[in-house]
Each structure stands twice: as structure tokens, then as C-alpha cells.
């Protein structure tokens, strides 16, 4: 058993190197999210499937999510960040191949081992979390996320950099250049040090150890009103960032465009969280919860008021500073949820739930572009928005009913 002085001994030291590796390892989905859709449209047998290796790269973060929450609740938290970042590796190798052999299947089996990159990337805020105290957590899971920020400038410049360096091989060499900054990131993460769980190095499993059941901790209220609020905000990001460099260039725009869209959109995404957990801290998750929806809902409306680049681009930075709030300030919810020994599952089963729900709706994405448009897809995005404003006022009732009683 660790004492609480040394479980906080290298958090100054955890806390930078896994936002050095957010910055480095976040370009992945920056790359895929900037490149997939339109890769998927020169390769695809048919223009419906165009968003599909996006959607699997989805599925991919789904489908490691859990295997990843195992591997570091066994093992410890850096084994599962080397584990993660060899699959970087590997989808910057298979893309790039798919793309010089034409292969639409093998694209898609890239991105799905880049979906597994990328659900241990977003396990980092957890980790930060995990080597602070309590009273620092939502600040340093916040911190964690704003390397994102140099993410966002790296994915699209590497994008607009390398695509055309290999004609007519168009992207290979971003997909390359992709593999080589994980692995950069794995060398930084080599260096953390995070105590491992008390489940793995407990020599005896007991109850203590174990935690509650996990249909306990499920039947939490305030468990589904975290797993709601992120799922719908990575839903929605996901949902319209899939469509939009296809739709940017459906409507004439150029693909610079789209990757400076893009970019300013993943910016947009982490700028925030530079003080996004003093807000929680400050006026309290739900809040900032709130803000961000409300922020995903302009950004669908003013998507549906003209198809230029200045529509795009700031449904797409709106878009962005609502998925900050919205996810960030339900991740801080979820550190609410369990116990220490319980955290890697509890938290890699949000994950899994928020991914798999985003699968879903980017499968519909791109077939709803390519079938109605542009309009239709930003239209669809308001039913999920309806449904957890839904869940937040019953949350909200059965708290002031508790209070009352």
C-alpha cells in the first residue's frame, strides 16, 4: 500500500509529460479526422462509404477502451500508454501502405488500430488526474487536455506539409510522419511514474481491493448523468467533424480549407481547458456541462445559416469549445463515481460507453451527407441534444427532491 505522500511524489513530473504527450499524441486523430474521410472517398467502392474508416476508427476506440482499462489496472497505467502508442505506430505504416496499394480494406484496418491509439490517449486526463491530489484533480485533468491545443496545430500542418510529397501517393507520407511522432510520444510517456492500482499490487485480492460491483456503481444518478453528458458531446463533435472536410469540399472549398478548418476546430477543442477546471472548480461541473451543449447547439445553428468557409469554420470552432466544456466537465463528474480502487474500471466503461455511442452516429454520418446533405446531418444533431437537456432536468429534480427530503 502506498502512502499518500508518495503516490504524489513525481505529479509535476506525471503532469508534464503526459501533456507533452497529449500534444504529440493527439495529432493521430487530428490526422485521421482531417485525411479520413476524404482518403475514404478516392479508395471506397461506393461515395456512401466514404466516412466509413472514420466511423471504424470509432469502433476501434470502443472495442480498446475496456482492453486498455484492463491492461492498466493489471499492469499499471504506463504499460497501457506503450501498448497504445505502438498501435500509432502501426496505423501510420498500414495507412500509408493502404494508400500506395489502394486498399480500402486495409485502410480501415489502420484506423482501427488508430481508434485504439487514440482510447489510450484519452485515458491521459485520467492518469493526470490519478498524480495529484484530490483538490488538484480537475485542474490537472483540464491541463492535460490543453496539450491538445499543439495537437491541433501539428495534425493539420503535418497533413499540408507531407500530403503531396509522394505523387501520386497522396497522404502516404503524412500517415508516415503520423507513425513517427507516436513514436516520439512513446518516449515521453516511457518516463512517467504512476504507482500502480492497489488491485495490481495488492498480493491478495479482497473486497477492499476489488471495489463495489460494477452494477452498483452504474445505478449511480450521477453516473449516468456524467456517461450522458460526454457521450452526446463527443457524439455531436464527432458526428459533424466527420462530415465536414467531405462536406467543405462537396460545396467547392478547398482542401486547405478543410485542414485549417480543422485545425482551428481541434485548437478550439483544448485552448480551453487551460482554465476550464478552474470553472468546475468555480461554478461546479454541470455548469460547465451546460455552457458547452449550449455552445454544440449554436454551432449546429449557425452551420445551417450558408455553406462558405467562415460558416464552416466557426460551426467548427464553436463546435469545439463545446465539446471542451461539455466533455471535460463530465470527466470531472466521473472522477466523482468511485472509489480509488474501482477508477480504471469505472473509467475505462465510460469510455467504452462514450465511444460506442459515437460509433453509431458516425456510421450515420457520412451516409446522411452523401444522402441529404449538409443541412441534414447539422439538422439530425439536435434530437441528441434534446434527449441529455432530458436526462439533466430529471438529474437536477431528483437532486433538489433529495435535498428536500
Known amino acids: 500500500m502506498h502512502s499518500d505522500d508518495s503516490l504524489y511524489t513525481h505529479a509535476s513530473g506525471n503532469v508534464a509529460r503526459l501533456t507533452i504527450a497529449q500534444a504529440l499524441a493527439g495529432a493521430n486523430s487530428t490526422v485521421v479526422y482531417a485525411t479520413g474521410s476524404i482518403v475514404g472517398d478516392a479508395l471506397a467502392p461506393n461515395r456512401a462509404l466514404a466516412t466509413l474508416p472514420i466511423s471504424i476508427f470509432v469502433v476501434g476506440m470502443a472495442a480498446c477502451s475496456l482492453p486498455a482499462g484492463v491492461v492498466a489496472q493489471r499492469f499499471g497505467r504506463r504499460a497501457a500508454f506503450l501498448l497504445g502508442t505502438g498501435c500509432g505506430v502501426l496505423v501510420g505504416l498500414l495507412a500509408a501502405l493502404a494508400v500506395v496499394l489502394g486498399s480500402f480494406a486495409l485502410f480501415c484496418t489502420a484506423m482501427f488500430f488508430g481508434g485504439a491509439y487514440a482510447a489510450v490517449v484519452l485515458s491521459f486526463r485520467f492518469s493526470a488526474a490519478d498524480c495529484v491530489p484530490p483538490d488538484r484533480r480537475a485542474r490537472a485533468l483540464s491541463f492535460v487536455m490543453a496539450g491538445g491545443v499543439v495537437a491541433g496545430v501539428i495534425g493539420p500542418q503535418l497533413v499540408n506539409v507531407t500530403m503531396n510529397l509522394w505523387t501520386p501517393h497522396t497522404f502516404a507520407v503524412t500517415f508516415l510522419a503520423q507513425g513517427a511522432v507516436a513514436v516520439l510520444a512513446a518516449l515521453v510517456l516511457s518516463g512517467v511514474r504512476i504507482p500502480l492500482p492497489v488491485s495490481a499490487s495488492a498480493s491478495v485480492r479482497t473486497a477492499a481491493t476489488v471495489g463495489r460491483p460494477m452494477r452498483e456503481i452504474v445505478r449511480q444518478p450521477l453516473f449516468v448523468t456524467a456517461v450522458s453528458c460526454a457521450a452526446v458531446s463527443y457524439l455531436l463533435m464527432n458526428f459533424l467533424m466527420t462530415a465536414a472536410p467531405l462536406a467543405m469540399q462537396m460545396c467547392g472549398l478547398t482542401q486547405k480549407s478543410a485542414n485549417l478548418g ?100 458516425s456510421f450515420l454520418s457520412g451516409g446522411l451527407l452523401t444522402a441529404y446533405g449538409w443541412s441534414a446531418v447539422l439538422g439530425v444533431s439536435f434530437v441528441p441534444l434534446a434527449l441529455v437537456i432530458c436526462v439533466l432536468a430529471y438529474s437536477a429534480a431528483t437532486r433538489r427532491g433529495g435535498m428536500a427530503a
Open 262 to 361: 480543422i485545425q482551428w476546430h481541434v485548437i478550439a477543442m483544448y485552448a480551453p481547458s487551460f482554465f476550464t477546471g478552474r470553472l468546475i472548480a468555480r461554478f461546479g461541473a454541470q455548469r460547465v456541462v451546460v455552457t458547452g451543449l449550449t455552445l454544440i447547439g449554436c454551432a449546429a445553428a449557425i452551420g445551417l445559416a450558408g455553406v462558405d468557409v467562415a460558416h464552416f469554420w466557426l460551426t467548427l470552432i464553436l463546435l469545439g469549445l463545446g465539446w471542451n466544456f461539455g466533455f471535460v466537465g463530465a470527466s470531472a463528474l466521473v472522477l466523482e463515481c468511485h472509489r480509488p480502487e474501482e477508477k480504471a474500471r469505472v473509467q475505462s466503461l465510460n469510455d467504452f460507453i462514450v465511444f460506442g455511442t459515437i460509433a453509431v452516429g
